[in-house]
């Protein structure tokens, strides 16, 4: 059935909502907490990540981008998983530092599931170990400008990953 041109309205409202005032949930999975600080600084006044109408939530009810760290461990994956189902459709997940990728210094670790993406589906990855708050932003925007342009490309492919060099 053809959807309706209030139907076709209301989508596109809805899209351009979420992409000028995406809701984020950060989950650690088990990161080493270096990620963490990170998009802990990302969110202070200092880079203003408001300007472009993100904010932090504390409910995956609310959220529309999950944005996770670490590795998974065994002990965490379940409520990973939990949380991601709590979170509304169109949901998307941004995995942040080398560990989420493929479990980095944890890599192989008798505790350890893989990566963010053996446990969820991941929309943008962003290496760096931790990834600098510019890095994070830059992943996130790219992120929100391939919403805007369903056939632009995914701010990071795994298989093609770039790393960034964190300049001290
Ligand atoms: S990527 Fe580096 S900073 Fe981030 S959780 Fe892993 S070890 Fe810690």
């Known amino acids: 059935m053809n959807e309706s041109f209030f139907d076709q309205l209301l989508t596109k409202i809805k899209s351009w909502g979420r992409i000028n005032s995406p809701w984020v949930i950060h989950y650690n999975s ?34 529309d981008v999950l944005v996770c760290t670490g590795p998974v461990t065994r002990q965490s994956r379940e409520r990973l998983i939990r949380t991601y189902e709590q979170m509304p459709e169109p949901k998307f997940v941004i995995a942040v530092g080398s560990c989420s990728l493929e479990g980095g210094v944890f890599h192989g670790c008798y505790n350890i599931c893989g990566g963010i ?52």
């Open 30 to 63: 088990g990161s080493c907490n270096g990620c963490d600080i990170e998009i802990l600084d990302t969110l202070t006044p200092r880079h203003d990540i408001e300007r472009f109408g993100i904010k932090l939530q504390g409910s995956p009810r609310h959220a």
């Open 117 to 168: 993406d053996k446990v969820i589906p991941v929309d943008a990855f962003i290496p760096g170990c931790p990834p600098r708050p510019e890095a994070i932003i830059n992943g996130i925007v790219a992120l929100l400008e391939s919403l805007n342009a369903p056939t632009a490309a995914k701010p990071q492919d795994k298989e093609n990953v770039e790393w960034i060099e964190n300049a001290a």
